[in-house]
């Protein structure tokens, strides 16, 4: 490959990037002026982006609605929504879009060279070509709109982004860190609320909302990003010839200005909601906030990822036990936000008191002071460093290709220096560098310079308000109403013509025509076979041991799943707590802060969870185990094993106030999880109440799980005996060797000095119990509703096929496909306006109907009921069903890293599933016709008709449709 032909750009830096095995060029495109990055390799996974600077002006939320309406329907590709399309009928491994404070990006990723082509094609005819100058449906359906169905109704907003927000304003973490980077930044674009503020959207005009495309979206303002194995000549050439060549060099005023220093430091307060029963006391938080020099600062931007984890992250950190001990807050947590120009250091006391803020800032500045004389605890430090220097290693980034996130990290430089792309990928210099000032003050003086002496910073603190929700609507439907009072009639007349002409748009399908100009693969294209399992059974010394020989670049994964299907029943939540204790109380030789350091200094991480399966060959069979999870590199498998058996038979459960501590931080995050992931939650309540694995998951994660937590924080004292004393005996009855399974993901070479690490193991576990009795579990209808401050729902049926005398077929993961892209999308989401929908339909015969940041209720439940009337009239074309089978096997086919191989692997075995069983699937999936998709109305039928629902969502809206559920209760009590 030699960049330096293609004539139509400037090479601008070519370099060896040895940290990621790649080769890095920077590039100009001549007549547009075009930004580009190109890291070259041998990852079949390739990534493009194309980033825009988008500075917003105000909090109208312009840009985020502009990110949605792009991927509407272009010149090229004219149907109404080419990203729904692409979602279901490419390969893609990654395609999405996303709104930042400063930027705009729109990602792709597919491992087929076809399928990447035709990606960036819709996409970058997406960001210059938009149908939104043609169609202002499109900014009403995804930015808002007035709703008035008739002259008696009243008037109503709603659209995707404003519902969007809505959900995002109704978390207290999300109000608090928006008014943090708002309160630092006054003079700048970061003032402003980029995603939109639903008080300010509805202020957003259709003409500017162009203005701001045209602005803005324009090659000189832009960032192409092009990473992996591919043709990077041929991307080039087509890159200039499509669409580059199409522009000259503008002036773009995008720069993102720097903020002045503050003299002195700003103090800003912000309400929240909460529902009438919940507490106002112990429910304020107090944050205090840092400006960290600039992104472009290397070390900086490294270092006090470090300081993070040292001063106030890791367990045992030496701000979060102080303001612990000083009782200022149940739960503290922080961050060091790196992604915005000038980076940002916060301190975050949740479950505080306002009166607490004095005694909040003294206790950090002191803290900060000490830390600064005595020097910081250098095996804390070594922690950090080892911790996130095994993380830039590995580069696992869950189900996020390593190289989009690669092409973030590029940004957090690039953005705001267009010659430094590279700037955060080469880190070994800077991770050599912060190792040899362990020795030295470098540390603690920056400690001194940017978290003492730094004027640059800001109280901001969010305090609780009784039915602030409430009353805002309250304050909107007067509003509402206020203004239609002041319409004339004809301006009635035209809010009623304009609301059945979106709903028109909306109905109306895209043409053929349309349609057949996205581009398509070929089933062809797609591999016939399955991806191969790799558990190969070994017994060492008696115990079971799946080994799963992959390469993992040296990194050897432990798993050790303890079964605990012979605990009793009341000890199920405390297990949940157990996961959540073990790591994060005192051993034996350690300290739990000295524990952390021990532990990160010499492994890539620590943690424990708790793993459901069901075996689908017997549903009456499952499988429920802790799992003590460690990864470490072939020559440290000794001292991971160490750390194990430390934290396994050391651990000190008695410890009152460290379990209090850990109790309240449960609740806290319990909290925080079900304000953001209230989809998932309530689904697996729904599900709870038929399906054994999901109570079990209930009961140790979800809405049980929080109720045994919540009790047990109110009332502490009560209730510590018991808990020490159940924590305690489920350690005895699960640590031994008869109900012990490894699972061990590396190659050969790994398993030589993992071998000799089990039998030492074997030999400290505890004595088997001789009294098992299996827990009986029985499944209970509720229908439920929990009422919360969200100004949004999430609603979910399910039911169980299965159980009714249904088999599982491959063909239900197309039927997912179909449903969550077509029926659901166009009538929760698009007509509906909520932000998201799914389904689900597994093996063991648990399906779920979910909706996310959902404005709607009973019109939601509506749909899901009528999803077999839809099923049973389906009728497509053969391009269709080919798109849904693809779709379908970019869901099977994502590529996986080393870890999530062997975790495959791991659950196919004990979920009892063979590699015949998932060549089967991909066989039926790959042989779909729609007469396929309409057999299934049957089982789609009775997984509705069970009417098992959960909704999550505004006490106001639930209160009114009360009589759709059983129960109705507060989602939190205090």
């Not at 502009?66 to 149907?79: A, D």
């Not at 070929?522 to 010394?541: C, G, H, Q, T, Y």
Request: charged share 30%; glycine share 6%; with cysteine.
């Amino acid at each position: 490959m030699d960049i330096k032909k293609v004539k139509e750009y400037q090479l601008l830096e070519e370099k060896t990037i040895h940290e990621i095995n790649s080769k890095g060029y920077l590039l100009k495109h001549n007549k547009s002026g075009a930004r580009v990055t190109i890291i070259s390799n041998d990852d079949i996974n390739k990534v493009f982006y194309i980033g825009f600077r988008t500075p917003p002006e105000d909090s109208t939320g312009v840009a985020h609605i502009l990110e949605h309406s792009v991927l509407c329907g272009s010149k090229k590709f004219p149907l109404k929504d080419p990203f729904v399309e692409l979602a279901k009928g490419s390969l893609n491994t990654f395609l999405n879009a996303m709104t930042y404070p400063d930027k705009t990006v729109y990602p792709v990723a597919s491992c087929n060279d076809k399928d990447f082509q035709n990606l960036i094609s819709v996409y970058m005819d997406a960001v210059f070509y938009p149908n939104i100058y043609k169609k202002e449906e499109i900014f009403q359906q995804e930015g808002w709109h007035y709703e008035l169905e008739s002259e008696k109704d009243p008037l109503k907003i709603s659209g995707v982004v404003y519902n969007e927000m809505k959900g995002a304003f109704s978390s207290p973490e999300g109000v608090l860190e928006r008014e943090i980077l708002n309160s630092l930044f006054p003079d700048t674009s970061y003032a402003v609320e980029s995603g939109g503020d639903p008080e300010v959207i509805p202020e957003l005009t259709y003409e500017q909302f162009l203005d701001f495309h045209k602005k803005y979206y324009h090659p000189t303002n832009s960032y192409i990003y092009l990473y992996g194995n591919m043709d990077i000549e041929e991307k080039l050439k087509w890159l200039d010839q499509e669409y580059l060549s199409e522009y000259d060099i503008a002036v773009v005023d995008s720069e993102i200005k720097l903020q002045k220093p503050f003299e002195k430091t700003s103090e800003t307060q912000k309400l929240y909601s909460i529902t009438s029963t919940e507490s106002e006391e112990d429910n304020t938080y107090l944050s205090f906030n840092k400006v960290i020099g600039t992104s472009l600062d290397k070390k900086l931007y490294l270092a006090f990822q470090i300081l993070e984890y040292a001063l106030l992250t890791a367990p045992g950190a030496p701000l979060k036990k102080a303001l612990l001990d000083a009782k200022i807050g149940k739960d503290i947590m922080g961050s060091y936000d790196n992604g915005v120009y000038q980076p940002i250091f916060s301190i975050i006391a949740k479950n505080s008191n306002l009166t607490d803020k004095y005694r909040f800032l003294s206790i950090i500045e002191d803290t900060l002071k000490t830390q600064v004389k005595n020097k910081i605890n250098r095996n804390a430090l070594k922690a950090g460093i080892n911790y996130y220097e095994f993380k830039y290693r590995e580069a696992d980034y869950g189900n996020y290709p390593k190289g989009l996130i690669y092409g973030l990290e590029c940004f957090d430089s690039w953005l705001y220096d267009e010659m430094k792309p590279f700037l955060h990928l080469e880190s070994k210099e800077t991770f050599d560098f912060l190792k040899n000032q362990l020795e030295t003050d470098y540390f603690e003086k920056l400690i001194q310079e940017y978290l003492i002496d730094n004027t640059h910073a800001s109280v901001v603190i969010a305090k609780p308000e009784k039915g602030l929700t409430a009353k805002m609507e309250q304050e909107l439907e007067l509003k509402l109403e206020k203004y239609k009072s002041s319409l004339t009639k004809e301006e009635i007349n035209q809010l009623i013509e304009d609301t059945k002409n979106l709903r028109e748009y909306q109905d109306e399908p895209s043409s053929k025509e349309d349609l057949e100009k996205i581009p398509l693969l070929e089933l062809k294209d797609i591999r016939k076979e399955a991806l191969p399992l790799s558990n190969n059974e070994v017994d060492l010394d008696g115990i079971k041991v799946l080994h799963h020989n992959i390469p993992t670049n040296g990194i050897g994964y432990i798993k050790l799943l303890f079964d605990a299907r012979n605990i009793s029943k009341e000890d199920i939540p405390y297990l949940g707590i157990l996961k959540s204790v073990l790591g994060y109380v005192d051993t034996k030789n350690y300290e739990y802060a000295e524990l952390s350091n021990e532990i990160n200094m010499n492994t890539g991480g620590f943690s424990v969870g708790i793993g459901t399966f069901t075996n689908v060959k017997d549903l009456g069979d499952f499988e429920f185990r802790l799992e003590v999870k460690v990864k470490a590199f072939y020559e440290k498998l000794d001292v991971a094993f160490k750390m194990l058996k430390e934290v396994i038979f050391t651990s000190k459960l008695e410890d009152e106030k460290r379990l209090y501590e850990i109790v309240a931080q449960l609740k806290s995050r319990l909290q925080m999880s079900m304000n953001t992931s209230g989809h998932s939650i309530a689904s697996v309540r729904a599900m709870s109440y038929f399906s054994k694995t999901a109570l079990l998951n209930d009961m140790t994660s979800g809405v049980a799980f929080y109720r045994v937590i919540e009790s047990i924080e109110n009332d502490f004292e009560a209730k510590k005996e018991i808990l020490i004393s159940k924590l305690k005996g489920l350690v005895k009855q699960l640590f031994t060797p008869d109900n012990l399974l490894i699972s061990f993901t590396a190659e050969e070479e790994g398993f030589k000095p993992f071998e000799a690490e089990v039998k030492s193991l074997k030999d400290e576990l505890y004595e088997p119990c001789d009294d098992k009795k299996p827990f009986e579990l029985l499944c209970k209808q509720e229908n439920e509703g929990f009422k919360a401050s969200s100004k949004v729902q999430y609603v979910s049926m399910a039911g169980n096929f299965i159980q009714a005398g249904f088999s599982y077929t491959g063909v239900m993961k197309v039927l997912k496909i179909i449903l969550s892209y077509d029926y659901l999308w166009m009538n929760v989401r698009v007509k509906g306006g909520a932000y998201g929908c799914m389904s689900g339909f597994t093996k063991a015969g648990d399906s779920y109907f979910a909706s996310y940041r959902d404005p709607n209720l009973e019109k939601t439940i509506e749909t899901f009921l009528n999803t077999p009337e839809y099923l049973k009239n389906f009728q497509v074309g053969e391009r269709d069903m080919l798109k849904y089978i693809i779709g379908t096997v970019s869901d099977l086919d994502n590529p996986l890293n080393p870890a999530a191989q062997g975790s495959r692997s791991l659950s196919s075995y004990l979920n009892n599933i063979t590699y015949e069983d998932i060549q089967k699937e991909r066989d039926e999936i790959l042989g779909t016709t729609q007469e396929d998709i309409r057999k299934l109305t049957d089982i789609v039928k009775t997984v509705i008709e069970q009417n098992n629902l959960c909704v999550i969502g505004n006490e106001e809206k639930l209160e009114e449709q009360k009589s759709l559920f059983q129960k109705l209760e507060n989602l939190y009590t205090t």
